[in-house]
């Protein structure tokens, strides 16, 4: 297996992402592109397909040096299948059948998941979950999304869709969110929706590290603004913990950077709301891998269906 | 395996259930006890022994015709250990080793779980959610049970306490519970809630039976009564849909005796707040089993265990 290494595409809103990363899951390589200028749908699949061969090439490698190429992408995919039913935040992408095109254009094998079950993939075998066996990952950023490992596997659900925690409703009745659900933990925690209650008690705009930087040089307002966060992600979690019995939960994105006021918050909540005997065991711990954990997850997935 | 029979217990905080089964969970005998009249934590133990002699003796069997003697118990138990932690309604029990006590006093091989997850167990295998791969179950009474099979096998969680749907916050504040949370599905929907709600509605006692008959007649109150309970259940489910993407959600228990009524508001809610496709691919359905499920299933986890 010398000189084999894989490729990883990490597909957002606003950046594709790519990376060569070798068999221990080491970067070797890593590019950035805008995802803005690809309003088409077919220009912005041509733009994968072009960044995978400049990786390859830029490195001095060749096909053959290439186990495949893994994407995590930003909405409901059908793994098995391999297509894309829609991404909520990127326009015209309707049931398109991803791996078969890019299978076809790329000559390589091709494997598809959700960002958030490659970032859960990443952080439960290389990061802040290693060694347990069943975890709950979350990222929170615009928007909320989550992954769940089950007796040490990746849990996708029975149409690959679980894993939603940013649609839990924390009310029965709250903001329409998105997902045409209404009071979903995201329509209270989305970093958005945050940035706005700031600008509104603040009466300017603030931003997510300034927030947390005055909090911790408590600014009652600051404060309770953390504190409405903690209690809303805080009851999402009880749920989950009651419901789940995980080892741990695994906490990443922008807002987690706000680090004790939001971890000590959530932590006091699950041990007094939550039952005794899922409170007393469950971790809350910090995201490890940051912005990397979907590159790596991708090449956790690539590796582990090959092997 | 010719002669071999299973022994299945069913301690509730009100009856002791007893069933002698064949090896395909047919029933041959059952024996229900009051255990009121237990008011010590050695009578009730000592009941439970006393009713497994009694039933090998009344059907002419000896002990080695019993493959073993499967509990289903009403609260959080080390399944591993055999430990009772405490019931929540039968006082005078924390950590209990049941399992080694019933194993030194039968001298017989005994299996410990939670009800909920046997009754899960036994619908799973046997009732309404066979040859699915996902299944969430719920027992609504007095209190609101729950059990997961995730990919065909029974999820414990952790620490052997997963499935508290019961205690998933659906409000970020809400009424105390008995568990020490507050808001949870159970405060909004166990039988007593709902009666107490409903008496003061009507100024008079109301059964639950009552209460549906008047919804099907078209009684306003009634059916106000039915949608707020929907409407809480639905919350919690939409959570779990869109977290878990199961194949089907189980209802059982007095509440589901409603019918159409709640089953018709839960889907309604459901297709209209899951994601899509989460909501697209989930049977909600009732229980098959009705009170047996959890004497069925204590059967099944004493054959799974030895087989």
């Keep these: 297996m010398a000189n084999k290494f894989i490729i990883s595409i990490d597909l957002g809103g606003t950046n594709l992402r790519v990376a060569l990363l070798d068999l221990k899951y080491g970067f070797i390589d890593k590019l950035n592109f805008?995802?803005?200028?690809?309003?088409?749908?077919?220009?912005?699949?041509?733009?994968?397909?072009?960044?995978?061969?400049?990786?390859i090439r830029e490195n001095n490698l060749k096909k053959k040096n290439i186990l495949g190429v893994g994407l995590g992408l930003p909405g409901p995919i059908d793994v098995k299948l391999g297509i894309v039913h829609f991404f909520p935040n990127i326009?015209?992408?309707?049931?398109?059948?991803?791996?078969?095109?890019?299978?076809?254009?790329?000559?390589?094998?091709?494997?598809l998941d959700n960002d958030a079950n490659l970032?859960?993939?990443?952080?439960?075998?290389?990061?802040?979950?290693?060694?347990?066996?069943?975890?709950?990952?979350?990222?929170l950023g615009t928007g909320v999304g989550g992954g769940l490992i089950i007796?040490?596997?990746l849990y996708r659900g029975s149409t690959f869709a679980a894993g939603e925690i940013g649609h839990i409703p924390i009310n029965e009745a709250g903001p329409h969110c998105n997902c045409g659900g209404s009071a979903c933990l995201e329509s209270y925690i989305g970093n958005k929706v945050i940035m706005k209650d700031a600008k509104k008690l603040?009466?300017?705009?603030?931003?997510?590290?300034e927030l947390s930087a005055l909090a911790k040089r408590r600014n009652?307002?600051?404060?309770?603004?953390?504190?409405?966060?903690?209690?809303?992600?805080?009851?999402?979690?009880v749920g989950i913990v009651n419901l789940l019995n995980p080892d741990c939960i695994v906490i990443g994105g922008g807002i987690a950077n706000a680090g004790a006021i939001l971890f000590d918050n959530v932590r006091q909540i699950i041990a007094s709301q939550a039952m005794s005997v899922q409170a007393k065991h469950v971790k809350i711990l910090k995201a490890r891998l940051s912005d990397d954990a979907g590159l790596i997850g991708a090449g956790i997935l690539v590796y582990e269906n090959l092997h």
């Design 119 to 139: 970032m859960s993939l990443a952080e439960s075998k290389l990061g802040a979950a290693k060694g347990f066996k069943n975890v709950v990952c979350l990222t």
């Design 34 to 55: 805008s995802t803005k200028k690809f309003v088409k749908k077919d220009d912005l699949i041509s733009a994968i397909v072009d960044s995978v061969s400049n990786i």
């Design 151 to 153: 007796s040490g596997t």
């Design 202 to 209: 603040f009466k300017r705009d603030i931003s997510l590290e």
């Design 91 to 111: 326009p015209g992408w309707k049931e398109v059948a991803l791996k078969a095109i890019l299978k076809q254009r790329l000559r390589l094998p091709v494997f």
């Design 220 to 237: 009652r307002i600051a404060g309770r603004i953390w504190s409405k966060i903690a209690k809303s992600l805080g009851t999402a979690l």
